[in-house]
């Protein structure tokens, strides 16, 4: 012990010698003085994000190795992609089957049709169906004349129909061009989208709004349950297509085309990259290099797109069909709302869009079918007009090319607003419907592949431990020098603590906590080890914070401070949720590259394991975590991956995560928090927090939980820790589970989680 301690004492005196004074033997580890007064919590999240922007352009510079295409036909092209393809309707959530679509023309209140004639074409409100739950409503304009070929034409999302039609104000030569196609005989499907607005993002039966986009509101509760806004829209554009393709089999027509400006032009950039009846696609003020694709709103969000697809890889994917890409202006979106994610749309830069042209077209052979034009306005110029009209083989009539009045409808056509809400109530409740059987898919994939003993089961828990894992976004392992720095954070009689800083990544992402010993560790002694984690906005200081009277105590209890007081050496790591939209924004570029703000957390915790397990002083076997909040978050995720972690006690946090991300029926669920790095893709189907502390089994797992904590409700705490300790149970480990229910708030109470640790750590 005093060879120990001597050591000690010596790394201490050097502290306050010049930093080339320091002798490397001072240390009770390897390793050299941390120095300066940086904010290490903001340098961790800037170098993070840093990390990621130059992971992306790694990511996206090896996309060709993802593709083996085959342009000697048609039919080999399509068969060389329908991985991708099938890949792309997973990550854009279209995993629902539609049924067989019903169009019906809207009524007026005297249940008459709502329908507009005009002489050379007609316009009606329409509603068609597209799974069991979920219906599109829109307009349909029907030409007098025989119908040459059929389009879905798609409006951005803050553009009705009926402006596209020429009824209301707003479009311009966008509607003269619809109409202008309507006259020369193509019959138009136009649906509305779930717009830009707030009005309907929230609850009325609770008494709760936000000011999230309808978009962003959808998005927030179906990201969770692997579904989308994106996914949605387009199953309401394919449901149009198997309704108009019904037509075309009725009337011998063989024309399907598809059309989209802003939003709409995404749209119609997937669907013609999913769908192959469609024969032409204009995609118009969108098409543009994506690899800023964080900046825009989160509902463009899209988990893992990037690895495989940018916008020139979805072009390419509806080869040899015909793709006309109109450059041009869109409105410009700044979300800045109260809760809302940050995001902006801009109109696509003109050399960055034809620079991810020309990476099409070199992509394909001679034959191009692409067509990328300049326009001088927003949405179907002259020259997209007659293009698009060629590509589907229509000879437009002409001289229609002029602005067209509007249409005067009656007072009582089709209320529009009414009509967003609808549509924006009816998919939340398709969301909300998907959320209370997702379990299901969990049993099937995940519980009821767990059969036999431990020992039988340890090679699919292996297989799900790295499902899970890829869930999250997995990274490969860190290695190279630890790059250990140092310095003494604090000292009292019975411990001495230090700061400490480990490479992970390379300098620019790294680890940072406080090391605490024991003083009254013998020479050749080992430890257990306890990481302590804080919670959201927390930094290492919070957990060995000591003065009963700090803010920060009534939370933490001082809970690493106090476990190394009962011999347990601790470490407190940092984990970079701390900087609010800053570190958020992590989270926004990880994403589109398949990677999570966890990716990085967990290979911080493979670097801080391995660490800890090579000090002389402490015992490998026993690393344990205990974790608070999103520190508790943690305790369900890291160590159900990084197996160097022995024991996990999730405090203040487990729940029926799932439920608690996607839903809008209680007060504290996340939707209505300005939390919008919570959901994570299709947990629902996948991993909810029994299946993760099933990963932990065998190893010892408990749930530290306040009566008065607002995460959650303790029926749903129950509901899912039932899961865990029947598992545990049949797996003959009945003293390896726990719960501590206490009288108290969202905070570390600590006794009946010290005394698990002492049961399993000192034994």
């Known amino acids: 012990m005093k060879s120990f301690l001597r050591y000690l004492a010596c790394f201490t005196a050097t502290l306050a010698v010049a930093f080339h004074g320091v002798a490397q033997q001072a240390l009770p580890f390897a390793g050299t003085l941390l120095t300066g007064s940086e904010d290490l919590s903001a340098k961790m999240v800037n170098g993070i994000n840093d990390f990621l922007i130059r992971e992306t352009e790694r990511r996206t510079s090896q996309r060709a190795s993802h593709w083996q295409r085959s342009f000697s036909s048609a039919a080999a092209f399509n068969r060389s992609v329908s991985v991708q393809r099938a890949e792309l309707k997973k990550i854009l959530g279209i995993a629902d089957e539609r049924i067989q679509p019903v169009l019906q023309i809207a009524t007026r209140n005297d249940l008459t049709p709502c329908t507009v004639v005009?002489?050379?074409?007609?316009?009606?409100?329409?509603?068609?169906?597209?799974?069991?739950?979920?219906?599109?409503?829109?307009?349909?304009?029907?030409?007098?004349?025989?119908?040459?070929?059929?389009?879905?034409?798609?409006?951005?999302?803050?553009?009705?129909?009926?402006?596209?039609?020429a009824m209301i104000?707003?479009?311009?030569?966008?509607?003269?061009?619809?109409?202008?196609?309507?006259?020369?005989?193509?019959?138009?499907?136009?649906?509305?989208?779930?717009?830009?607005?707030?009005?309907?993002?929230?609850?009325?039966?609770?008494?709760?709004?936000?000011?999230?986009?309808?978009?962003?509101?959808?998005?927030?509760?179906?990201?969770?349950?692997?579904?989308?806004?994106?996914?949605?829209?387009?199953?309401?554009?394919?449901?149009?297509?198997?309704?108009?393709?019904?037509?075309?089999?009725?009337?011998?027509?063989?024309?399907?085309?598809?059309?989209?400006?802003?939003?709409?032009?995404?749209?119609?950039?997937?669907?013609?990259?999913?769908?192959?009846?469609?024969?032409?696609?204009?995609?118009s003020g969108y098409f543009n290099a994506r690899e800023q694709l964080w900046k825009e709103p989160i509902y463009r969000n899209v988990f893992g797109l990037l690895n495989t697809f940018g916008d020139a890889e979805l072009a390419v994917m509806s080869w040899p069909r015909k793709l006309i890409i109109e450059h041009t202006t869109v409105p410009f979106v700044n979300h800045q709302n109260a809760g809302a994610a940050p995001g902006k749309i801009v109109s696509p830069s003109l050399s960055t869009a034809k620079a991810e042209y020309r990476r099409a077209v070199a992509i394909i052979p001679s034959q191009n079918n692409l067509n990328f034009i300049t326009a001088d306005q927003p949405f179907f110029s002259e020259q997209a007009f007659v293009a698009f009209a060629k590509a589907m083989n229509v000879i437009p009539v002409p001289g229609r090319i002029s602005h067209s009045p509007v249409i005067q409808t009656s007072a009582d056509w089709i209320r529009v607003p009414q009509r967003q809400e609808r549509q924006v109530r009816e998919m939340t409740q398709c969301i909300q419907q998907e959320l209370s059987v997702c379990e299901r898919a969990r049993d099937r994939d995940f519980w009821q592949t767990l059969k036999g003993s431990p020992g039988e089961q340890a090679a699919v828990k292996e297989q799900q431990r790295e499902r899970f894992w890829n869930v999250l976004g997995k990274m490969p392992a860190p290695s190279g020098s630890f790059n250990t720095k140092a310095r003494v954070h604090q000292e009292t009689e019975k411990w001495i603590s230090y700061e400490i800083t480990l490479d992970v990544f390379g300098p620019e992402v790294f680890a940072w906590g406080i090391l605490t010993v024991p003083k009254d560790i013998r020479q050749g002694e080992k430890r257990p080890v306890v990481v302590c984690q804080h919670g959201l906005e927390g930094l290492p200081f919070d957990v060995v914070e000591t003065d009963s009277t700090q803010r920060n105590y009534q939370v933490y209890k001082g809970f690493a401070a106090r476990l190394a007081e009962r011999g347990y050496i601790t470490f407190a790591p940092h984990n970079p949720y701390r900087g609010q939209d800053k570190f958020r924004v992590i989270q926004r570029k990880a994403n589109p590259i398949?990677?999570?703000?966890?990716?990085?957390?967990?290979?911080?915790?493979?670097?801080?394991?391995?660490?800890?397990?090579?000090?002389?002083?402490?015992?490998?076997?026993?690393?344990?975590?205990?974790?608070?909040?999103?520190?508790?978050?943690?305790?369900?995720?890291?160590?159900?991956?990084?197996?160097?972690?022995?024991?996990?006690?999730?405090?203040?946090?487990?729940?029926?995560?799932v439920r608690k991300v996607a839903t809008t029926e209680h007060t504290f669920g996340y939707v209505y928090t300005g939390e919008y790095d919570m959901p994570e893709w299709d947990l629902g189907h996948t991993f909810n927090y029994a299946e993760m502390a099933a990963l932990i089994a065998?190893?010892?797992?408990?749930?530290?939980?306040?009566?008065?904590?607002?995460?959650?409700?303790?029926?749903?705490?129950?509901?899912?820790?039932?899961?865990?300790?029947?598992?545990?149970?049949?797996?003959?480990?009945?003293?390896?589970?726990?719960?501590?229910?206490?009288?108290?708030?969202?905070?570390?109470?600590?006794k009946a989680t010290f005394e698990f640790l002492d049961k399993h750590l000192k034994k």
């Open 118 to 165: 005009e002489k050379e074409y007609t316009v009606s409100a329409v509603r068609w169906t597209v799974m069991n739950n979920l219906s599109a409503e829109g307009i349909l304009i029907v030409p007098a004349t025989k119908v040459k070929a059929r389009a879905v034409i798609i409006p951005d999302a803050g553009t009705e129909p009926e402006a596209l039609a």
């Open 169 to 283: 104000k707003g479009t311009g030569a966008g509607s003269a061009a619809v109409l202008a196609l309507a006259k020369s005989g193509v019959e138009i499907l136009i649906p509305a989208l779930i717009n830009r607005n707030y009005t309907y993002s929230g609850n009325p039966s609770l008494g709760l709004h936000t000011q999230q986009p309808h978009r962003e509101w959808i998005y927030r509760q179906a990201y969770e349950i692997g579904r989308h806004v994106i996914g949605y829209e387009l199953q309401k554009i394919f449901a149009g297509i198997d309704w108009l393709e019904k037509r075309n089999e009725e009337d011998g027509n063989n024309t399907l085309a598809v059309a989209g400006y802003g939003e709409g032009g995404m749209l119609a950039l997937y669907a013609a990259a999913l769908d192959t009846r469609i024969t032409a696609s204009l995609v």
């Open 594 to 657: 398949g990677l999570t703000l966890f990716s990085v957390i967990i290979s911080q915790h493979q670097r801080i394991v391995e660490w800890l397990q090579g000090l002389s002083f402490t015992d490998a076997e026993k690393i344990a975590f205990y974790g608070i909040s999103y520190g508790g978050k943690t305790a369900m995720r890291v160590p159900a991956v990084v197996k160097g972690y022995c024991l996990s006690v999730c405090s203040a946090d487990f729940n029926e995560w």
């Open 698 to 750: 065998p190893r010892p797992f408990m749930v530290e939980r306040g009566y008065f904590d607002g995460v959650g409700k303790d029926e749903w705490v129950s509901y899912e820790f039932a899961k865990v300790q029947r598992y545990y149970h049949l797996q003959g480990l009945k003293e390896s589970i726990a719960i501590e229910h206490f009288a108290g708030p969202h905070s570390i109470n600590g």
